[in-house]
């Protein structure tokens, strides 16, 4: 199975062409100049403009640059657009002169590289979750800059990429040569993005399978071995860290025709999928692969699904499918390409979204051009310039339709045509008229989405009905001799349900066909919906609405069937008035969640029965009014071992580890670690630390700015439970300090641990 190159497939009008050319004027916005200047600086060459901000000039400088190029490529393959074409050639002539002028093939825009690559060449690793040798994940950083290169020559063929691509390559194949096997996986703790594909895209650029085994090298065990075993170890992880790490075990597997390694990675697919998705397609908590038993986590957070996730389980799936074409995976990336992909971007201002909260009546924040280079900002340029990749695929001499959507493909090798008239999903319809010379004689698959229930899709060939047979991978297959003008009308009734969290928890989706319905309940209190420069700028930080507050469907059980009122005149418009609970609510409009911007929104709806109601209600206002009340106390906050907090507030460590315990993250350190909280208002009183009551024989210092706040000593005496100590501020530290940030240290004592710290909090 082959998907076509994006320039044989044209999106037409539609939702997703709207989102391709909004995006295409983003990417028109961003400035090469600034995007290269990070390389540039590292290679020696004056830059020839200033740098951007953000997340481009504190630490991961460089890779919205690698990010550029891959959405370049995509945006000139899917458009044709001559300006795409013409950036790309810019950013890759520099990049090619960056690289000489190394001498050694390197070229990055990772600050102090020199020095970094030539200790890690030297064996000289410390490798932490988010860090390496105290760098800002370079391998991560990097890897967007291999992958923009593999994408501007597989996708628009310029040679000077490959050239470039190959040094790299080679370079790395030299920094890493005489590290051992442990080595190269201690350092491979480190967050690295998908090191072990790209090499496996090399390896098939070149036919050296030189480069393979450098993708063996960089695929990680700790990931991989749980997974030949079909085990889920993936609670507490960094989520985005590990997916594409799976798709780079499928990229070699895929190479080399090694069943386990593709096994690996189904496994992977299917247990995230099944298990650790919610309505939307997207996933995690806080960055965080959540307990597949507890998504009350996701629920109460103001950082959800991460959109780097989904573009990244969409690669997966793409490849999973080519493999092995089965209906199922298009029936997840459907439901993610519609309902968290479509809805990341701004449809106007075109601002890309980091975190999709869930929480009832919160809402997000969008990306601003000159100020926000979060990862979802490379991502999400990348995201609406490939929306043809996959609608469909190939055989040598068969074709398959993936998804019903608005657009035309040209199948130059075959001569055949196809064009695919529809306004779906606000109409169930779609026309596939076949355009060719003569007659073929070729199967055309058409895909049975799983949304449709059993015998409900219907077909007709010009307009004459079609019997069918569904075949086990969950495709019709019509083979017959094709004319030149022949159509295809297939009818695709959709229904709604209601969908529950995976924990089977009493909290429901409304989903009609692939579409997730989503309610707006209001546009107030929203501060940073455009985000600012600021490090946690892509956080909904406006206030949290009480859950007791929530909007409450009546119903006995958390799986049913709702009646929602069609609203008059409004395509894909609901009204709910027979099953919400509050008066107050009950005109809330139901409609696409991708149509939802610049709102409070219901994504996630409470369920429960009326005898049962008010009970739970009060239960909820009581465990809410001592959460938000804290909330509201608490200035900053940090998650020990979580990688965004931990970056957020400038982490620093020595002999420092984390990991996760009862489903909570922690770190201690031999040594110490510090991170600086944010004390804009000058109101810091009080400090407060989460530890696990039984740690025992544990003493290390806290200081603040260097004074001594507190020595602690834990003996075990709190018990198997966590436990919050407050320490309070002296007001000489309060006032010598006001305003500016405070240093926060836990320093060990000699033979001792500092920690585990479970949580930091600083208090008004």
């Known amino acids: 199975m082959q998907s076509f190159p994006l320039s044989q497939v ?11 050319q909004t995006d295409l004027k983003y990417i028109l916005a961003l400035e090469p100049d600034r995007l290269l200047a990070p390389f540039l600086r590292e290679a020696g060459i004056e830059p020839r403009a200033k ?32 300006e795409m074409q013409k950036r790309l050639n810019y950013m890759i002539d520099w990049l090619e002169t960056c690289q000489k002028k190394s001498g050694n093939g390197y070229v ?15 064996g000289k690793i410390n490798a932490e979750s988010f860090a390496l040798n105290k760098k800002w994940v370079p391998w991560y950083n990097i890897h967007k800059l291999y992958a923009g290169l593999a994408d501007a020559y597989l996708l628009t063929g310029n040679q000077k990429a490959k050239t470039v691509l190959i040094n790299l390559s080679d370079w790395c194949l030299n920094l890493t040569s005489k590290l051992s096997d442990e080595q190269i996986q201690t350092m491979l703790r480190s967050e690295h993005g998908g090191m072990n594909e790209v090499f496996a895209d090399v390896a098939l650029i070149t036919g050296d399978k030189k480069y393979l085994e450098l993708a063996r090298k960089f695929s990680h065990q700790t990931i991989l071995q749980p997974l030949l075993q079909n085990k889920d170890a993936l609670t507490g992880l960094h989520a985005n860290t590990q997916i594409p790490k799976v798709i780079g075990f499928m990229r070699v597997a895929e190479l080399e025709g090694d069943k386990e390694w593709a096994n690996a990675a189904n496994f992977f697919w299917e247990t995230v999928v099944q298990n650790r998705t919610i309505s939307i397609g997207g996933n995690s908590v806080r960055e965080h692969f959540n307990p597949v038993n507890n998504f009350m986590p996701m629920l109460e957070s103001k950082e959800g699904p991460e ?63 000159d100020d926000s280079f979060w990862c979802c900002v490379g991502s999400g340029l990348e995201n609406h310039g490939k929306y043809g990749e996959l609608i469909y695929a190939h055989t040598d001499k068969d074709l398959f339709v993936n998804l019903y959507m608005a657009s035309e493909l040209n199948w130059k090798e075959r001569g055949i045509k196809l064009i695919q008239k529809t306004e779906f999903p606000f109409k169930e319809t779609s026309e596939i008229k076949v355009q060719l010379k003569g007659t073929k004689t070729f199967a055309l698959n058409l895909r049975y989405p799983s949304w449709v229930k059993n015998g409900g899709m219907k077909l007709r060939i010009n307009n004459k009905p079609v019997t069918y047979q569904r075949d086990e991978s969950g495709y019709i297959a019509i083979k017959r001799s094709w004319k030149n003008g022949d159509v295809v009308s297939v009818t695709l009734p959709m229904e709604t349900k209601a969908e529950p969290l995976p924990d089977n928890s009493p909290w429901v989706s409304f989903v009609h066909g692939p579409v997730v319905l989503a309610a707006v309940t209001g546009d107030a209190n929203m501060p940073g919906l455009i985000a600012d420069g600021t490090r946690m700028g892509h956080i909904a930080n406006g206030p949290l609405y009480s859950l007791e507050d929530a909007p409450t469907i009546l119903s006995a059980q958390n799986k049913f069937k709702p009646s929602l009122e069609r609203v008059p005149g409004k395509p894909l418009a609901f009204r709910a008035s027979n099953l919400i609970y509050q008066e107050k609510y009950k005109n809330l409009e139901l409609v696409p969640f991708f149509q939802v911007h610049d709102a409070r929104y219901m994504l996630y709806w409470p369920v429960n029965t009326a005898e049962k109601i008010k009970a739970s209600q009060e239960l909820l206002r009581q465990q809410e009014t001592m959460k938000l009340s804290l909330e509201a106390a608490t200035i900053d906050q940090v998650a020990p071992g979580e990688q965004q907090p931990e970056s957020d507030h400038n982490f620093q460590s020595e002999k420092s580890e984390n990991g996760v315990f009862k489903d909570r993250h922690w770190r201690h350190a031999q040594g110490w670690f510090s991170y600086d909280l944010k004390n804009p208002d000058k109101a810091a009183r009080k400090l407060r630390i989460t530890y696990y009551g039984g740690d025992n024989g544990r003493n290390f210092d806290i200081y603040m700015n260097d004074f001594l706040l507190q020595t602690v000593k834990l003996d075990g005496a709190g018990g198997d439970k966590f436990i919050d100590v407050d320490y309070t501020l002296p007001q000489e530290l309060v006032n010598k300090f006001s305003g500016k940030p405070l240093k926060v240290k836990f320093v060990a004592h000699p033979g001792s641990i500092a920690g585990g710290v479970y949580y930091v909090r600083l208090l008004k």
Request: proline share 5%; with cysteine.
């Open 10 to 20: 044209k999106i037409g009008d539609g939702p997703f062409k709207n989102a391709q």
């Open 51 to 82: 740098l951007y901000g953000n997340w481009e000039n504190t630490g991961l400088d460089g890779h919205i640059g690698g990010h550029y190029l891959s959405a370049l490529s995509l945006m000139y393959a899917a458009t044709g657009d001559g």
């Open 108 to 122: 990055g825009g990772i600050p102090g590289s020199k020095a970094l690559w030539e200790d890690i060449a030297n």
């Open 307 to 369: 959109t780097c996730n989904t573009y990244n389980m969409l690669k997966l799936s793409k490849r999973l499918f080519l493999s092995n074409p089965q209906a199922k995976y298009l029936d997840y990336y459907e439901r993610a390409m519609y309902n968290h992909i479509l809805s990341s971007q701004h449809p106007e201002k075109g601002g890309f979204v980091y975190f999709t909260p869930i929480r009832p009546q919160h809402y997000r924040v969008y990306s601003k051009v």
